[in-house]
């Protein structure tokens, strides 16, 4: 059972324009999204995070938005830059005492082209 | 800093044979962690540790073991090797929970097939 869901297994964007990146999750438990990033052959680096007592998180370039009722966070890029051309992984994790398990989604692969 | 250091990089294993992943980070973290990605899913916990001495099973911790003897070192252990476990190892750690302990400081990934 999947329980974090990103259904877009890839995504081509210009240069410049904004990049969307959408998540979808199951367990009501989760307080605390985030969002990785991944390049060839190197491991997951974090980007940006949530709590669930936001519905918005900034940080430069990069917001994510959390929509609880709809169990729905979407990572926003803007102006996308070649650089963020990777791999994109949301992840979520329940309330205390879980150690940090994140859950993680299969991941969106980005393309910024020129 | 070298932060979380994995080896080996790249290893092909025989169906049967046995092998142990390492993991060492210099950022005295207590939370250690090894996930494996398969191709086109999200990465699965196979295995953390809270803290020295102490570890727990993930969702899918068959077919591995680790030990936690020191703060700094986090071994996954294969025994037999099946080519169900050709997959991509991550391992992870971080500081407190609740201090931003949920972002996680991955290692660069050993690549292993098992044939």
């Known amino acids: 059972d999947q329980q974090v869901k990103q259904n877009s297994p890839s995504l081509s964007v210009q240069e410049g324009r904004i990049s969307i990146l959408n998540c979808d999750y199951t367990n009501s438990m989760f307080d605390y999204f985030l969002w990785y990033k991944k390049y060839p052959a190197e491991g997951p680096t974090f980007l940006i995070s949530?709590?669930?007592?936001?519905d918005k998180n900034e940080d430069g370039r990069f917001t994510v938005f959390l929509n609880k009722s709809a169990k729905h966070l979407s990572l926003h890029i803007v102006p996308s830059q070649p650089g963020d051309s990777a791999v994109y992984f949301c992840a979520a994790r329940p309330g205390t005492g879980t150690a940090s398990k994140l859950t993680f989604g299969t991941g969106t692969r980005l393309q910024v082209t020129l | 800093n070298a932060g979380v250091t994995q080896t080996p990089k790249f290893r092909i294993l025989k169906i049967g044979q046995s092998m142990t992943l390492q993991c060492t980070q210099d950022?005295?973290?207590?939370?250690m962690y090894w996930y494996r990605q398969d191709p086109g899913m999200g990465l699965k916990l196979i295995y953390y540790s809270v803290g020295a001495g102490i570890t727990d099973k993930g969702e899918v911790p068959n077919g591995y073991n680790v030990s936690r003897s020191t703060t700094e070192d986090f071994p996954l252990r294969l025994e037999l090797a099946a080519p169900s476990q050709t997959s991509v190892y991550f391992c992870?750690?971080?500081?407190?929970?609740?201090?931003?302990?949920?972002?996680?400081?991955f290692g660069s990934g050993t690549q292993l097939s098992v044939l």
């Open positions: 950022m005295n973290h207590n939370y």
């Open positions: 949530i709590s669930s007592i936001k």
């Open positions: 992870a750690s971080t500081y407190a929970l609740g201090q931003g302990g949920e972002k996680l400081f």
